[in-house]
């Protein structure tokens, strides 16, 4: 039987400190199962959580085992990224925008990275040219390759200039993004 399974208090801990894990997958199924614990203390740390791309949807799904309620506008804009809730942040575009932006000029890896894949999930093209910019100026191969394959000709097109600067090689191919262009 696997630690988080148990539904003991007793493994908060060790699955508080596996959410700093390197594999985004061992944090999605460290937060599964402090939502399954059903104490309270998993919630701060997951709360922390909520900004990481590849495992905040099995976060906000914690959250939600555990009763929790966004606090703040931050929160409830990355409770709702978690979600995948595109409607309800195209429809609060500019808190959206407002809280996100912040997210990019933040120093934080995970943090900019999930706040590029909402705006690029969203799909508002008003946001296309601070993607680029983004790029430019912070990108890395993940964010270069999520541009390539989100299905955006400009991001596409930007990818495409930041590898060559970059010294990559693009093969074509059936490749994968973290997030279409719009699809949230």
Known sequence: MA??????????GPLVATLKNEDGYVRAEAAKALGKTGDKRAVNPLVQNLMDWYSNRSVAEALS??????????DKIHFWVAQRKGDELRRNWVLTKKVLLKDVESFEHLRIENALFAFMGIGKEEIISILIEKLNTKGNKTMAEAYLNCGNW?????????AARHGYTISTGAGAAPVGWGSM
């Open 65 to 74: 085992q555990l009763a929790w309620k966004p606090q703040s506008d931050n």
């Open 3 to 12: 630690l988080g399974e148990i539904g003991d208090s007793r493994a908060v």
């Open 154 to 162: 400009e991001l596409d097109k930007a990818a495409r200039e930041w």
